[in-house]
């Protein structure tokens, strides 16, 4: 009976030891951090009563007459696009990479430039990142060679998740490997 | 004849443990398991979840014939009459305390013995999986098994939901439990930081320069580590944790940079003019990568520090992303080259002591592979007729396991 007593105790032992000693679920999945990310600095639409109130800072007037020059030329700007698994620009884009630069010399001349690389669908490993960034960086030689300043121009890849088309057909896959232009202040 | 067995024994022996080796048909065939809820709280329709989870968990460990038939019994019953001729008998309690916890009993019958007894407990019904998870891990602990610590490990993947709109997402290995720990922007590449899960890097390409940022999960603070021009991803961290292998082009050149954590100082560790992309440590002093200095993308690797380079793999056109493992690679290869028309991306597993080559899929676009630490299994994203899974490959069992996302698209995974 005391030898029946001590085994079972000893059972006990082992099953709650086991429970205490190792850390069996992940405790911190419980409570979850959720972290909301600072949303960025939106341009407030200011209501006709403010209006008043705020060209008298001087603030709101040229500001936005900015951004709807900026507006209006990005729409001017024309898209870059490349072959598949290409980075060189193509001889049909050539003309379109010329009045790029132009405009950015001309109208366009008092903002920075952001050159966004983009892919098809065919990865979302780095290298189709890379591939979308080199697509960019050409566009940026391009430009720099056509009288451009390097230092107005920065660039960023969306490899492939920045697509205007969804559908997957040839056409559509063709219009995602692109390079398009934002103007920056 | 005796020559022929010799020769046979000398082969099997040679080649055993090898993973590159595929494994056609086993022999000897798996003994089976049943499972019976010997529950005494919670309505059916989470009873049967549960038990939904803890099968599908035991048929992952593939070391049993898994019985699919629910079955429910006092917990110090008899075993089921159905069940008299199975292997194993797994009974389970599941219990509601008075502080709503999820308490969690189990045994494991084998000819009318307990031969292992344990007690799990949770706080948040909610994470219900990670106990079944739990269970399967000590199973396999008590069968004598490799380990197989990567089930009860965390998996944070990034999801998108729209044009430039993804979520940061932490889940277990079945995406049966997701937690969206980031929201809004475009956030990308999250890589676990350290060995518990606490913190993870990741890529915001949300403002003018893509940023490297560090968010730790038990603050919910994040804080920018690097930018650069054009990209930047941490590739891998380091096993110490000290070392992170970056991708970034400060020039608008991707290439890989190592980045030392304690001094926050970089340098340049791949210097090709073209793509070099996809750092990770082979070991504290060598890395693999992917690079198109041949013209096309493949995997290469480099003692830090020197200017030699090694081409790793040489079978397949657009090998774009890998993993590695001591000896082991596992690589994302093109099958198909074609602008017009569906590409099939399969994964495909090498040894850099033998020249065998194992392909590790058959169908639709397989990529990002991820070993786990242990080196049992792969995980990968699979994207198949508009559909995005997570999937496992264990590789010692030569078998396959998708778990589909509902909503979205993958890009990149860790665990």
Redesign the interface.
Known sequence: MKSILLSGAV?AL???S??SKEP??????????????T??VETETISSDNVSVDTEKGMSGSEDSNEMKMVKLEKELSTIYF???KFVIRADMQDKVSSDAKLANAEASNFNI?LE?NCDE??????????G??R??TT?NALVAEGVAANRI??????E????CNE?T?DC??KNRRVDFKL?P | MRVFFTLLLLISVSFAGDATIEVIKKVESLPSIALEDASVSYDSTFKSTFFKTLAADLNVLSLFNVDRHYHETNFDGNVVVANKDMNYVLRYKLTEDDNNALNVEIKLISNEKNVL????????K??YV??AH?IAYDINEFMGSPSVEWM?K?VIFSR?TQ??R?EII?ADYTLA?Q???????????PKWANKN??AFYYSS??????LLKY?D????K?KVILSS???M?C?DVSYDEKLLLL?M?PK???DVYLYNVDTKQYKRATTYGG?D??GQFIDKNTIAF?S?RLGY?NIFSKKIGTSSVEQMVYYGK?N??CSAHGEYVVY?S?ES?N?????T?NLHLISTKTDFIRRLTATG?N??PRFSKDGDAILF?KNYK?QSSLGIIRLSHNKNYLFPLKVG????IDW
Request: a positive charge; aromatic letters at 10%; charged letters at 20%.
């Open positions: 059972i082992l099953v709650f086991g429970c069996i679920v992940d405790e911190s999945a419980s409570q979850p951090q959720t972290v909301t990310q949303a960025p072959d598949f698994d952001k690389g065919w990865g979302s490993d780095e290298y189709n990142f890379a591939l960034l080199k960019a960086n940026k920065s660039m960023v890849s969306y490899g998740t920045n697509p205007t997957k040839r896959w063709s920056l | 007894l344990k007690k799990y407990k949770i706080n948040n909610r994470i990670f106990v739990s009860k965390r998108i044009a430039r993804s932490i439990y937690h969206v720990i980031l929201k809004g922007g475009l956030n990308l590449f899960q606490s390409l949300g403002g003018k320069k893509p968010l999960t038990r603050t919910g994040s021009d054009g990209m991803i590739s991708t082009a608008g050149q991707p793509i992309v996809s992917i198109d993308p657009s774009s992303a994302k093109r080259s602008a017009f028309s569906e590409n991306f676009v990529e990002f994203i508009a698209k993958i890009q990149s």
